[in-house]
């Protein structure tokens, strides 16, 4: 089993940055990429980016690109996102996950294992 532990979600205003970290443990081995969700009320869960077991290939939603970067320092099994330019509308409930694909994937159904979630609120 792997259990994946995100933090640094918060209250910060429109123009602010935050950094999210997602810690992994346990079978760590198992996992290859890894990537963030985020689900806002009433709305379906969203890919927002992930990233190759190295780190060379990341992807990222259209709607993140240029102001969100993912990296992960596997030395210390944690996975970053830095949000920098927030917006009102990436308020949401962001989520860790992990998959045991080599190649990089945006599908929900790619990811086998999930973190408990973390608030982010951007206020106008």
């Known amino acids: 089993q792997v259990l994946l532990v995100e933090s640094g979600g918060g209250l910060v205003q429109a123009g602010d940055s935050l950094r999210l970290s997602c810690a992994a443990s346990?079978?760590?081995?198992?996992?290859?990429?890894m990537g963030w969700f985020r689900q806002a009320p009433g709305k379906e869960r969203e890919f927002v980016a992930a990233i190759s077991r190295r780190g060379l290939i990341t992807a990222y939603a259209d709607s993140v690109k240029g102001r969100f970067t993912i990296s992960r320092d596997n030395a210390k099994n944690t996975m970053y996102l830095q949000m920098n330019s927030l917006k009102p509308e990436d308020t949401a409930v962001y989520y860790c996950a992990a998959s045991d694909r080599v190649q990089v994937v945006t599908g929900r159904d790619e990811y086998r294992y999930w973190g408990q979630g973390t608030q982010v609120t951007v206020s106008s």
């Open positions: 346990g079978r760590t081995l198992s996992i290859d990429v």
